[in-house]
């Protein structure tokens, strides 16, 4: 086992486990999380709009666009996260485990970055497939964590500031031969030094470029390197640098092209994983949500289904066939769910200005919609004034030239430009200008 162990450290050994590495990664990952946490904050706050706030209509595509960046980023951080666990992970392990009060607070950052990290992303790829195996609410602890990250990462960086100025550049991280530069000194610590001190010292594995480890896990180290190595033992690292930054490119390249083609159509072709696919479902179109689901039958959608408008006291009536009777319109608009898949739709029914105006609302007025929903979070939902007053935005009779399939929202259901889809309220039965 002793000799095992020296063979797995010398197989899995990396000149890649260096400072400039870990802020390369560092920085991409950073990058990674700042995007989704932009595009998350407009995610919810379009499903819980502030009083004040007042959000664009076009582009039309413009929640696609920002709902696909934020998973498909979210997707790139496993990858890139693990590849940084992967090059930092002796320093987690130090005896010991704190030194100063910086020390601390660089650590216990870390630790929490890591643990909500982790947490996060794995929770919101299970949602992507709405597979709810854990014993909370995904949305309220998904925002709750999205803050934790980015602050327990501001506090990160803060802390290892000088190290992450040090090694941002190439040109100050390496020398002209390509040797990493390890101290403010920049005396380079060159792969021959590295292959001297193995020679003598058999501790470190060969073709390694790191620091030496202290602590408990050097120790560990300094065990295993201890056994005598087998004559036939590799004489140069397994992992080049190049190759282990080549392998984490390839993955997240491979994670991003293999799921992104449920939010980017131009990907579609290679969705291999994404739980959603372009056109297939009833009228064309997936369905997140089932009438099944939300408990509406076809009994609640029958003849005796009506649409209930209304402003204060005044209230207009209109059955299907009312609605049918009215002036048609046609948009093509996406639907976007904020689980990242997304899927552009031909539209067509009553503008939903037109039947706001018979009941006299004003322009700058918000509206309340309700659903047939029997529960559920979006069965009573509002919508501002700009998208009220928007020309694109249809209470829908009809999807892809064919009447609304039940689990579309028969008999109408609204669409908006810019919306979430859970907002793009189905089985409508009542608006209420507020």
């Known amino acids: 086992m002793h000799r095992v162990l020296l063979d797995l450290r010398r197989v899995l050994s990396t000149p890649s486990r260096n400072p400039r590495m870990a802020v390369v990664l560092g920085r991409l990952l950073g990058i990674a999380f700042l995007v989704c946490f932009g595009t998350g904050l407009y995610s919810h706050f379009l499903q819980n709009p502030l009083p004040w706030m007042v959000f664009p209509t076009r582009p039309q595509s413009l929640y696609q666009l920002s709902q696909g960046i934020h998973i498909t980023a979210g997707i790139a951080c496993f990858p890139l996260i693990l590849g940084k666990l992967y090059v930092v992970f002796p320093d987690l392990f130090q005896t010991p485990p ?30 992507t497939y709405q597979w709810y195996v854990f014993p909370f609410s995904f949305r309220q602890v998904h925002f709750a964590l999205s803050f934790v990250i980015i602050g327990s990462l501001a506090i990160h960086i803060a802390t290892k500031l000088p190290l992450i100025s040090r090694y941002w550049t190439r040109s100050r991280s390496f020398d002209a031969e390509g040797n990493l530069l390890l101290d403010d000194a920049d005396q380079p610590l060159t792969k021959a030094d590295v292959a ?6 058999t501790r470190e594995p060969v073709g390694a470029i790191s620091r030496r480890v202290d602590g408990l896990t050097g120790r560990v180290f300094d065990w295993i390197d201890s056994a005598p190595p087998r004559v036939d033992a590799p004489t140069q690292a397994r992992v080049s640098r190049r190759g282990f930054v080549a392998t984490i490119a390839v993955a997240t390249a491979a994670v991003v092209a293999l799921t992104a083609g449920q939010s980017f159509r131009v990907l579609d072709a290679i969705n291999v994983f994404a739980p959603r696919k372009n056109f297939v479902g009833p009228n064309g179109l997936p369905v997140n949500r089932t009438a099944r689901a939300a408990q509406v039958t076809d009994a609640d959608t029958g003849a005796d289904w009506a649409l209930s408008v209304s402003r204060g006291a005044t209230v207009k009536i209109y059955t299907r066939a009312d609605l049918e009777a009215m002036t048609q319109h046609q948009v093509d608009l996406p639907i976007a769910c904020v689980e990242g898949w997304s899927q552009m739709a031909s539209w067509r029914g009553v503008r939903l200005r037109d039947l706001l105006d018979a009941v006299g609302a004003h322009p700058d007025e918000d509206l309340r919609l309700t659903s047939l929903e029997k529960k559920g ?10 998208f009220v007053q928007d020309d694109l935005t249809l209470v829908a009779l009809e999807l892809n030239g064919g009447s609304l399939d039940l689990d579309h929202g028969f008999p109408a259901r609204m669409i908006a430009p810019g919306r979430p889809g859970v907002l793009q309220t189905k089985w409508l039965s009542k608006l209420e200008v507020i």
Not at 196 to 201: D, F, V
């Open 98 to 127: 704190i030194k100063s009060f910086g020390n601390f607070l660089e650590r216990a950052s870390i630790t929490i970055f890591i643990s909500a990290s982790l947490v996060q992303i794995t929770t919101g790829l299970l949602n």
């Open 196 to 201: 001297a001190e193995l020679a003598e010292t």
């Open 377 to 386: 979070g979006f069965r009573v939902t509002e919508m501002g004034h700009e």
